[in-house]
């Protein structure tokens, strides 16, 4: 995909009959090139952010959809279902002991034991709310998840459930603004 760098740098170079090897410091073109340059850090800044933010729906997702491919079916029981929903929980518990461990005693958390303890109490506090997951009870909708190649578009197509501790099941909505 060309960047606007490339086309800016394109243009001018059409201008001045072949490649651009000297610009002056403060003249127009190069000024362009520099806005040209600025907007593409900036693009690829925004794209790094939005898919920082959309990783944690992508990871629920091929979680799930690992498991349906290794038990090789479309829909799934809710005592199974929450049997995942908790290892997914948890899932992070191990190398939470393991820095919490290597930390000497008397010494302030580390940024990462921090991070780690505040995923798994947000992930321990949705599940008591009601665990976002793709909606893998119904086989047609398990079709779709086990269909799912990776895009963001995909997504949409795909219904989403929440899933109580207590083993409540209510629709749930696509998360827009990130899971945590």
């Not at 952010?49 to 990871?59: A, N, Q």
């Not at 798994?120 to 398990?142: C, S």
Request: no cysteine; hydrophobic share 35%; charged share 35%.
């Amino acid at each position: 995909m060309p960047t606007s760098l490339h086309k800016t740098r394109k243009i001018i170079s059409k201008k001045r009959g072949g490649e651009v090897t000297a610009l002056h410091a403060k003249s127009r073109d190069s000024k362009r090139l520099r806005m040209a340059h600025a907007r593409d850090l900036r693009l690829e800044k925004l794209a790094n952010v939005r898919s920082k933010k959309e990783e944690p729906i992508v990871d629920r997702i091929q979680y799930f959809q690992n498991h349906l491919k290794e038990r090789d079916v479309f829909q799934l029981e809710l005592s199974e279902v929450q049997t995942l929903i908790y290892n997914f929980v948890h899932q992070y518990d191990e190398e939470f002991n393991e820095v919490k461990k290597a930390r000497r005693p008397g010494r302030a958390a580390t940024a990462r034991e921090d991070l780690l303890k505040r995923k798994i109490d947000a992930l321990e506090e949705e599940y008591e709310k009601g665990f976002l997951i793709p909606d893998v009870f119904d086989e047609d909708q398990g079709k779709k998840l086990f269909g799912y190649e990776g895009s963001w578009a995909y997504i949409a197509t795909i219904s989403w459930s929440k899933v109580s501790k207590a083993g409540k099941i209510s629709k749930g909505d696509i998360p827009s603004k990130g899971i945590l």
